[in-house]
């Protein structure tokens, strides 16, 4: 029987394999391509054919986290910064430099506590305390954000709280816009007349399951990024309403024996002002962080998994799925907990079994007001307009005399084996690689 390297050599010394290994690099080595065949023409105003294709083509697989695909999660964070640095800095995508000028906030609002958990907890002078548990943790110590007694840990609570935490970040927005009519000294109702709040979130999960929300919001006037903020609005006035927001929403639902239950933000709410004019590097002791790096970690963000300990990467079909999953004990239980609540009537609204694999979480991991900044869907598009315009180009054609005809068809999903899978694992980390020393030199310059 061959061996996974004698696969690899074979795959290697193919006669196809050249063409292979350029479809692969196109899709920069995703780690599960859709295959597609059929035929790509461009024609004239005729119809007669200035260029054809016909065969298979591989498409990205587009998934967003890390632990799934390392090269569309690299290009979902890239996409990710320049959607959240044009709502930054502005001149780029229709968004103006003055956004800069304008009030600003880096908002991080978390969980509540369903119970205590194991944490690593540092002095001001970098002195390791103990935890709860009367030990000192090291900051490797897999224990870390599980319960210190799993029986008495509040799962239903958790899982109901994530289940609602997009509502709960709905009813947070509005009632940041009265808080800010409030200091204003005008009635909500005409909040919308003078002011608008736009901003960009993502979804980060703690290791305990739970998830934080980072959030850039920026107070504009009526009609967006183009309008100047309204004369009272500040740094200080956002901060304070942001403030007061946070500690004043509440959802209420109902465990599953009819007791009511309030679901709240926690209590470390962080509210950090962005300034303009810091050199792309800076984080300073009062925690102040220039606009390229707040825009680098809302991208990290975004395409992390579920923690420390990764949750599934695809939904639950089955419970006895649930036992075979490699998860923490911690992170199955929650997710036990969500499949179970998932089968209950009262529940049926959450879909909760279509998301116990998030852990409950049902929202987007990124999302933004309408007027914050350009959407992924102009940003893909503007690359594949500027590919076309690379091909057009390359054939000494015109795009104003050119019609685009696509005729593919669905052939399957990833690669053959895993000898292509390892080469294209491989051809991946070459191009994260060259990425990564084109950068380092960049900066050196």
Same mark, same amino acid.
């Given at each position: 029987?061959?061996?996974? &390297?004698?696969?690899?050599?074979?795959?290697?010394?193919?006669?196809?394999?050249?063409?292979?290994?350029?479809?692969?690099?196109?899709?920069?080595?995703?780690?599960?391509?859709?295959?597609?065949?059929? @035929?790509?023409?461009?024609?004239?105003?005729?119809?007669?054919?200035?260029?054809?294709?016909?065969?298979?083509?591989?498409?990205?697989?587009?998934?967003?986290?890390?632990?799934?695909?390392?090269?569309?999660?690299?290009?979902?964070?890239?996409?990710?910064?320049?959607?959240?640095?044009?709502?930054?800095?502005?001149? @780029?995508?229709?968004?103006?430099?003055?956004?800069?000028?304008?009030?600003?906030?880096?908002?991080?609002?978390?969980?509540?506590?369903?119970?205590?958990?194991?944490?690593?907890?540092?002095?001001?002078?970098?002195?390791?305390?103990?935890?709860?548990?009367?030990?000192?943790?090291?900051?490797? +110590?897999?224990?870390?954000?599980?319960?210190?007694?799993?029986?008495?840990?509040?799962?239903?609570?958790?899982?109901?709280?994530?289940?609602?935490?997009?509502?709960?970040?709905?009813?947070?927005?509005?009632?940041?816009?009265?808080?800010?009519?409030?200091?204003?000294?005008?009635?909500?109702?005409?909040?919308?007349?003078?002011?608008?709040?736009?901003?960009?979130?993502?979804?980060?999960?703690?290791?305990?399951?739970?998830?934080?929300?980072?959030?850039?919001?920026?107070?504009?006037?009526? &009609?967006?990024?183009?309008?100047?903020?309204?004369?009272?609005?500040?740094?200080?006035?956002?901060?304070?309403?942001?403030?007061?927001?946070?500690?004043?929403?509440?959802?209420?639902?109902?465990?599953?024996?009819?007791?009511?239950?309030?679901?709240?933000?926690?209590?470390?709410?962080?509210?950090?002002?962005?300034?303009?004019?810091?050199?792309?590097?800076?984080?300073?002791?009062?925690?102040?962080?220039? &606009?390229?790096?707040?825009?680098?970690?809302?991208?990290?963000?975004?395409?992390?998994? @579920?923690?420390?300990?990764?949750?599934?990467?695809?939904?639950?079909?089955?419970?006895?799925?649930?036992?075979?999953?490699?998860?923490?004990?911690? /992170?199955?239980?929650?997710?036990?907990?969500?499949?179970?609540?998932?089968?209950?009537?009262?529940?049926?609204?959450?879909?909760?079994?279509?998301?116990?694999?998030?852990?409950?979480?049902?929202?987007?991991?990124?999302?933004?007001?309408?007027?914050?900044?350009?959407?992924?869907?102009?940003?893909?598009?503007?690359?594949?307009?500027?590919?076309?315009?690379?091909?057009?180009?390359?054939?000494?054609?015109?795009?104003?005399?050119?019609?685009?005809?696509?005729?593919?068809?669905?052939?399957?999903?990833?690669?053959? +084996?895993?000898?292509?899978? &390892?080469?294209?694992?491989?051809?991946?980390?070459?191009?994260?690689?060259?990425?990564? /020393?084109?950068?380092?030199?960049?900066?050196?310059?």
């Amino acid at each position: 029987m061959l061996t996974l &390297e004698d696969r690899i050599t074979h795959r290697l010394r193919s006669t196809d394999y050249q063409a292979w290994r350029a479809k692969v690099h196109r899709v920069h080595g995703c780690a599960k391509p859709i295959r597609l065949t059929g @035929t790509h023409r461009l024609e004239d105003a005729t119809g007669t054919a200035l260029h054809h294709f016909a065969g298979e083509l591989f498409v990205p697989c587009g998934n967003r986290r890390e632990s799934v695909c390392p090269a569309c999660s690299d290009r979902y964070a890239a996409d990710a910064f320049h959607l959240v640095r044009a709502g930054l800095l502005g001149g @780029t995508k229709g968004i103006p430099e003055s956004v800069t000028t304008k009030p600003r906030a880096f908002v991080t609002l978390t969980a509540p506590s369903f119970g205590p958990v194991h944490a690593r907890r540092v002095t001001t002078r970098s002195r390791v305390r103990p935890c709860g548990c009367g030990e000192y943790h090291r900051e490797a +110590d897999t224990r870390i954000g599980t319960p210190i007694d799993p029986d008495t840990y509040d799962y239903v609570g958790s899982v109901l709280w994530q289940a609602h935490a997009g509502v709960l970040w709905q009813r947070f927005v509005m009632r940041l816009r009265r808080e800010l009519a409030k200091r204003a000294g005008i009635r909500a109702r005409e909040f919308g007349e003078v002011a608008r709040i736009s901003y960009g979130k993502v979804a980060e999960y703690q290791r305990r399951g739970l998830v934080h929300f980072h959030a850039i919001m920026r107070l504009d006037g009526p &009609e967006g990024p183009t309008d100047p903020a309204p004369a009272w609005g500040s740094a200080q006035l956002l901060e304070d309403a942001v403030y007061a927001a946070a500690a004043a929403v509440t959802v209420t639902t109902e465990r599953p024996d009819g007791t009511p239950l309030e679901l709240v933000w926690g209590e470390q709410v962080d509210v950090r002002r962005v300034q303009p004019g810091l050199s792309a590097e800076v984080e300073d002791d009062n925690g102040q962080i220039s &606009e390229p790096r707040l825009a680098a970690y809302i991208a990290k963000y975004a395409t992390k998994g @579920t923690g420390k300990t990764e949750a599934a990467d695809t939904p639950i079909r089955s419970e006895l799925d649930i036992a075979r999953l490699r998860v923490s004990e911690h /992170h199955r239980r929650i997710i036990q907990t969500a499949w179970e609540l998932g089968g209950l009537e009262s529940y049926v609204d959450l879909n909760l079994r279509r998301w116990a694999h998030m852990l409950g979480f049902r929202g987007h991991f990124l999302t933004k007001s309408r007027r914050y900044s350009t959407t992924f869907k102009v940003i893909r598009g503007d690359r594949a307009a500027y590919r076309l315009a690379e091909t057009l180009e390359s054939l000494g054609l015109a795009p104003e005399s050119v019609t685009v005809v696509n005729d593919w068809r669905f052939h399957g999903a990833g690669y053959r +084996d895993d000898a292509e899978r &390892e080469l294209a694992a491989g051809i991946a980390q070459r191009i994260r690689d060259d990425r990564k /020393h084109r950068y380092s030199k960049e900066n050196q310059q």
